[in-house]
C-alpha cells in the first residue's frame, strides 16, 4: 500500500504488497524488477529507486526505504509517487500505484 506523506531529513519505508484485478495478492517473487520515482508536479523526477537499489522483497511483499539523505532542504511539498513492476516476460506494467504526496518539512 502507498501513503500520501513522507518526511523530509528522515528514512521512509513503504510497503507495497501488489494485488490483480480481483484483489488476490501476487507474491513479489512473481516480478522480474520494479522501480518507485518520486516526481514534481510537472513530472520531473527527483528520486529514481529500484530492486537493485532502494527496493526490496520481505514476507513477498516489496519495500521501499527512501534513505534520509534522499530528502534535503528542497525536498519539501506537493509530489507525485509511482510504483512500477515489470512481469518475468520483461514487459512493464501499469503503475501499482501513481498518487500526489506530500513532503512535510521537519527539523533536521
Known amino acids: 500500500m502507498s501513503t500520501t506523506t513522507l518526511y523530509q531529513h528522515s528514512d521512509n519505508k513503504i510497503v507495497v504488497p501488489i494485488f490483480d484485478k480481483d484483489g488476490v495478492s501476487i507474491p513479489a517473487s512473481n516480478f522480474l524488477k520494479a522501480e518507485y520515482v518520486i516526481a514534481r508536479c510537472n513530472w520531473k ?7 537493485d537499489d ?12 527512501i534513505d534520509d539523505s534522499l530528502f534535503g ?3 519539501k ?3 507525485i509517487h509511482q510504483f512500477v513492476v515489470w512481469n518475468l516476460s520483461g514487459d512493464k506494467l ?10 512535510t518539512k521537519v527539523i533536521s
Do not use: H, W, Y
Not at 94 to 103: G, N, S, V
Open 45 to 51: 523526477v527527483k528520486v529514481k529507486l529500484t530492486s
Open 54 to 65: 532502494g527496493i526490496s522483497v520481505e514476507d513477498d511483499v516489496f519495500v521501499i526505504n
Open 73 to 75: 532542504s528542497e525536498m
Open 77 to 79: 511539498g506537493a509530489f
Open 94 to 103: 501499469p503503475p501499482a500505484f501513481q498518487e500526489k504526496i506530500r513532503i
